[in-house]
């Protein structure tokens, strides 16, 4: 978190004990937690939900864009969904948004494991956010965070993090597992897309140049650097080895504990 004090719950009702602490004099920000955001207004406030709530639109519309990442691209919110079973939106909100998102797997004490498959999921998107090269765009002071680029297949959406020296596009395809119209047979997997490329684009998520056309797992994840710096060698070999077994070859039922 950019110049962050984490207070945990917080809420509007906080503010006197912020104010007495003497932060705002410092300029610093305040790390709160809050509620999931408003669907109608396609704002997510990025925090954690107190119970098994879904996320607003889940899988039938965009993602929501953090408030708090608008306001200031410094901002590094924290999607955190306790009790899902299914960790996908909550990984796909967080990718969307540049933002981080929290594995919490024992909750006081009641175990709620992640599958092999979002397991897999927070494994590549970790590696990727954490690369040296990324961190300046996803929460530099120039960075200018864009939600809801255009040119992308029916359900799929990318937020553009661009600065002077470098764009990077992170993109979610979030079709669910809904027929469209024209379909009849449920047991017919839905294809794969694939979403333009460029002549110098990198494909971050495969770790391959991007000249053609980038290809996006069913409900899965791509990022793309369409201009900067040449990512390390070893970065990209790294994220070959990670992608090479596609995500809906793991298993995404939930870890259960037995007695």
Same mark, same amino acid.
């Given at each position: 978190?950019?110049?962050?004090?984490?207070?945990?719950?917080?809420?509007?009702?906080?503010?006197?004990?912020?104010?007495?602490?003497?932060?705002?004099?410092?300029?610093?920000?305040?790390?709160?937690?809050?509620?999931?955001?408003?669907?109608?207004?396609?704002?997510?406030?990025?925090?954690?939900?107190?119970?098994?709530?879904?996320?607003?639109?889940?899988?039938?519309?965009? $993602? +929501?864009?953090?408030?708090?990442?608008?306001?200031?691209? /410094?901002?590094?919110?924290?999607?955190?969904? &306790?009790? #899902?079973? *299914?960790?996908?939106?909550?990984?796909?909100?967080?990718?969307?948004?540049?933002?981080?998102?929290?594995?919490?797997?024992?909750?006081?004490?009641?175990?709620?494991?992640?599958?092999?498959?979002?397991?897999?999921?927070?494994?590549?998107?970790?590696?990727?956010?954490?690369?040296?090269?990324?961190?300046?765009?996803?929460?530099?002071?120039?960075?200018?965070?864009?939600?809801?680029?255009?040119?992308?297949?029916?359900?799929?959406?990318?937020?553009?993090?661009?600065?002077?020296?470098?764009?990077?596009?992170?993109?979610?395809?979030?079709?669910?597992?809904?027929?469209?119209?024209?379909?009849?047979?449920?047991?017919? $997997? +839905?294809?794969?897309?694939?979403?333009?490329?460029?002549? /110098?684009?990198?494909?971050?998520?495969?770790? &391959?140049? #991007?000249? *053609?056309?980038?290809?996006?797992?069913?409900?899965?994840?791509?990022?793309?650097?369409?201009?900067?710096?040449?990512?390390?060698?070893?970065?990209?070999?790294?994220?070959?080895?990670?992608?090479?077994?596609?995500?809906?070859?793991?298993?995404?039922?939930?870890?259960?504990?037995?007695?």
């Amino acid at each position: 978190l950019a110049d962050a004090l984490p207070f945990d719950a917080l809420s509007w009702n906080y503010f006197p004990l912020v104010s007495a602490l003497g932060l705002y004099p410092t300029g610093r920000a305040v790390a709160g937690d809050d509620t999931l955001g408003d669907a109608r207004t396609g704002v997510l406030d990025a925090t954690t939900p107190y119970g098994a709530v879904a996320f607003p639109g889940f899988f039938y519309g965009p $993602p +929501l864009a953090s408030r708090y990442k608008l306001l200031d691209p /410094r901002h590094t919110p924290i999607v955190c969904d &306790r009790w #899902a079973t *299914d960790r996908l939106d909550g990984f796909q909100h967080a990718f969307f948004n540049g933002a981080a998102y929290a594995t919490w797997e024992n909750v006081w004490g009641v175990w709620n494991g992640l599958s092999d498959r979002d397991a897999q999921i927070a494994r590549r998107v970790s590696h990727l956010f954490r690369a040296d090269f990324l961190r300046d765009l996803l929460i530099g002071n120039e960075t200018r965070f864009e939600p809801y680029a255009d040119g992308l297949p029916p359900g799929v959406f990318a937020s553009v993090f661009a600065s002077s020296a470098a764009e990077l596009r992170l993109v979610v395809d979030r079709r669910g597992d809904a027929l469209p119209p024209d379909r009849d047979d449920p047991a017919t $997997p +839905l294809p794969n897309h694939t979403i333009p490329g460029c002549r /110098r684009c990198v494909d971050l998520w495969n770790g &391959r140049p #991007a000249s *053609d056309a980038v290809p996006l797992e069913h409900n899965g994840f791509a990022a793309l650097l369409v201009r900067g710096p040449p990512p390390p060698p070893a970065f990209l070999a790294e994220r070959r080895r990670l992608v090479r077994t596609p995500l809906a070859d793991f298993d995404a039922a939930p870890q259960r504990l037995t007695q």
